[in-house]
């Protein structure tokens, strides 16, 4: 899909601390009592992806969403839903369409009179009104930041890509840690996508060659930061990412 067509199809855009949209979470909670919070949860429809998102954050740590978009994507051009309409219930998820959320997150916490500050974009894909696929980030005290990442399946990888190619397009670049490349490609290739694990180790060797440096080294490269913090962690994901995609491979071939 043409980027540009997307976009003209409008943006929801918010800017709402997790606090102040705090009560969507708890009206939810109040709505469906047996739900027991988890996330990201791979069975999560529309609404419980979007209220979760809006989950209290730790103590001393307050998170914004700065952006959010909700959009149904098995349609052309890509539908636009406001926040509203799913918060008041005037808009209904439906198991027969496939929807995305993107979230630009942003983090401010204070330990020790230091005042730390970052910011993440989130994605997180329902083929079937079902959470299937999410590159989702949670800031704890400091603001340091954990990556969660399940990649779709191959089914459904172009139209995980096509979400990819939108937050590129339409969101900012944040600092990418060149540990997680080798983490989400390790995740590609457990999930068969060969392609996708290989691109993830190639990005990693461009931005850091493990073999030629022993201490912490940033990098700059086109449209994203990349900084690598251990040294031998990064080794250590980088061999286990070329282990995995040779297996990968080699279930593959099995199989024809």
């Known amino acids: 899909m043409n980027p540009s067509g997307r976009l003209a199809a409008s ?4 800017a709402l601390c997790a606090g102040c949209a705090g009560s969507y979470f708890r009206d939810y909670q109040r709505a469906h009592p047996d739900w027991v919070f988890a996330f990201p949860d791979p069975g999560a ?8 998102l809006y989950a209290p954050p730790p103590l001393g740590t307050q998170i914004s969403i700065r952006r959010l978009e909700i959009l149904r994507v098995d349609v052309e051009p890509w539908q636009t839903i406001a926040f509203e309409d799913l918060r008041t219930g005037r808009f209904t998820s ?7 959320v993107v979230a630009h997150f942003t983090c401010r916490g204070r330990v020790d009179l230091q005042i730390y500050q970052g910011e993440k974009i989130g ?3 329902m083929p079937g009104n079902r959470l299937g ?25 172009a139209l995980e890509r096509a979400v990819e190619a939108h937050v590129a397009a339409h969101y900012p670049p944040s600092m990418v840690h060149v540990h997680e490349l080798y983490q989400k490609g390790i995740a590609y290739a457990r999930a068969d996508r060969v392609e996708d694990a290989k691109r993830m180790l190639q990005a990693g060797r461009r931005a850091f060659d493990v073999s030629a440096d022993d201490k912490p ?40």
């Open 133 to 157: 696929a999410f590159d989702h980030f949670e800031f704890i005290e400091a603001c340091a930041v954990h990556n969660d990442f399940r990649p779709a399946s191959t089914e459904h990888a």
């Open 217 to 256: 080294t940033e990098f700059e490269t086109p449209g994203v930061h990349l900084e690598v913090v251990r040294l031998d962690q990064a080794r250590s994901l980088r061999d286990v990412l070329v282990r995995e995609i040779a297996a990968a491979e080699t279930r593959a071939l099995a199989a024809k």
């Open 123 to 125: 994605w997180y894909l």
């Open 45 to 52: 429809d529309l609404e419980q992806t979007v209220a979760s």
């Open 94 to 100: 439906s198991a027969a369409a496939s929807y995305a």
């Open 11 to 14: 943006l929801t855009v918010l």
